[in-house]
Structure formats: structure tokens, C-alpha cells
């Protein structure tokens, strides 16, 4: 340094009698100028509280509509955050669902067969969803999260929670709007099928990534469409049947029945 605060400089800026100006520029040079910033004299609590402040601030963490409100309805604030904290493509599947059900419902009002393409998606719009929820690759956060006490089972089933709920309100909603439902009985055909493909996904997961489970068990729902399409003896409708609601329901029990027991044996 070529220069040196004078003590009346030094007296003036700890008085605060100094313009903005002249302040900024001591400030400047107090914090390369090791003897001058000796001249000053430094109240310790007054900086200890400040930086208590500002790292109070800078650390808080910030709580979302959505997390405040899972939280107040009963929720502890570290699963709210788990259940708020949604992979990078949640959003774009979101997007994407209301899209893909919105062309149902249209081609279902216009189209002469078209609530068999009502029928075809809605299974596997919860399947996809709980197939990108988790895992590498689809969680920015899944490496930080994959160490921590909540990462595994417990981790898999809040995240296909969180957009299974969603899922199924929205087909739901749309089963409601198709021209044929007399009653939300009827309308809700779908969803036995639905929750046995998710339900095969996250079994199938113990062995593979959760996209490819889900992958896996989405391609064999289409192959049996495809198949049930060609075939000139049987309909897709066939697979929505009473009797077949009945298989779909004893299939759902056992595959719920090999995740408990996954679950207590892991």
C-alpha cells in the first residue's frame, strides 16, 4: 500500500460521519490495508451476532406452498420435503398426461371406438410416472439422497406416492368425463388394472433399475393390447370385465402381499 488512512479519516468513518462515497472507499482499503484495519476498533459480539443473522438467513431452508400444506396436514417436515422434492422429469410427465388424457376424452366424444384409447393409456399413466420418480438418471438429487437413512424402500414408495396420488386423480377425473360412465363405479374400470401394473413395477424393481421395471411391465401391457387387437375371438374391453376386474384384484393382493414381505425381509 502507497497510502494510509489518517487517524481523523480512522475517527470520521467509525463516527459515521463520512458520505457513502468516502465510506465505500475506506472500506476498500481496510480490507487490504493490515494496519489500517488495526486503527478501527471492532466490536466482536456486534460481528458475532451479524454473521449469526446473515447465516441464519442464507442457511434457512425454503418451505414451498405445497410442503407447508403436506406439513399442516400431518406430514413430518422431512417426508414433505422428500415428497416435494420431485425428479427433474415429473414435471414434464405431468405435462404430458394431462395431454395424453385430454386426446382420449376428444377422441372418445368424436370418434366412433375411441374410448378404447381411454382404455389402452390410463393403466400405464400411473406406471410411467412411478417409473420416473426415482433412480439414477431420472433424480438429479439420487446420489445425495441414495446415502442418507431415508434412501431405499422407503424413499421408492414416498416417491411413487407422490405421483401415483396425482395419477389417479387425474384419470379418475377423466374416466368421469367419458360419454359412457353412469357412476364413478363404472368409471373407475381402469384402475384395478392400473395399480397391478404399478404394483408388478416396483416388485420387478429389486432386480431392476425402476425405469426399465417400469419399461418391462408397460411393454407387456401393450403387447396384450396389440394381441387382444388382432385377435378376432376377444376384445380389449375383455380385459375390463367383471370377471376379470376379480383376476385383476388377486393379482394386486399378491403382488402387495411379495412388497410387504420385500419390504420386512429387506
Known amino acids: 500500500m502507497s497510502w494510509h488512512l489518517t487517524p481523523a479519516q480512522v475517527d470520521e468513518y467509525v463516527s459515521s460521519t463520512v458520505d457513502d462515497v468516502t465510506a465505500m472507499s475506506v472500506e476498500a482499503h481496510l480490507m487490504h490495508c493490515s494496519p489500517c484495519r488495526s486503527l478501527v476498533p471492532a466490536d466482536e459480539a456486534w460481528l458475532a451476532d451479524s454473521w449469526a443473522d446473515l ?21 413430518r417436515q422431512t417426508t414433505a420435503k422428500l ?6 422429469l415429473y414435471r414434464a410427465w405431468l405435462v404430458a398426461t394431462v395431454v395424453v ?3 382420449a376424452l376428444l377422441s372418445a366424444h368424436h370418434l366412433p371406438r375411441g374410448s378404447l384409447l381411454f382404455a389402452v393409456t390410463a393403466p400405464i399413466v400411473p406406471l410411467v410416472g412411478v417409473a420416473l420418480a426415482y433412480g439414477r438418471g431420472v433424480d438429479p438429487a439420487h446420489t445425495l439422497t441414495s446415502v442418507t437413512p431415508m434412501a431405499g424402500q422407503r424413499l421408492l414408495f414416498l416417491r411413487s406416492c407422490a405421483v401415483l396420488v396425482p395419477a389417479l386423480v387425474m384419470c379418475t377425473v377423466a374416466a368421469v368425463l367419458m360419454p359412457s360412465p353412469a357412476t ?11 395399480l397391478t401394473l ?4 416396483l416388485l420387478l424393481s429389486r432386480w431392476l433399475h425402476m425405469s426399465a421395471a417400469g419399461a418391462a411391465v408397460g411393454g407387456l401391457w401393450v403387447v396384450a393390447m396389440v394381441l387382444f387387437t388382432v385377435t378376432d375371438h376377444a376384445s380389449v374391453l375383455e380385459l375390463f370385465a367383471p370377471v376379470s376386474q376379480l383376476w385383476w384384484a388377486a393379482a394386486l393382493a399378491a403382488l402387495v402381499g411379495a412388497l410387504v414381505l420385500r419390504v420386512r425381509t429387506a
Do not use: K, M, N, Y
Open 101 to 103: 388424457l385430454a386426446a
Open 184 to 194: 364413478l363405479w363404472t368409471a373407475g374400470f381402469w384402475l384395478l388394472p392400473s
Open 83 to 88: 415428497l416435494t422434492a420431485t425428479p427433474q
Open 55 to 75: 447465516r441464519d438467513i442464507v442457511d434457512r431452508p425454503r418451505v414451498g406452498l405445497l410442503e407447508r400444506g403436506l406439513t399442516t396436514l400431518g406430514l
Open 198 to 201: 404399478v404394483a408388478g413395477s
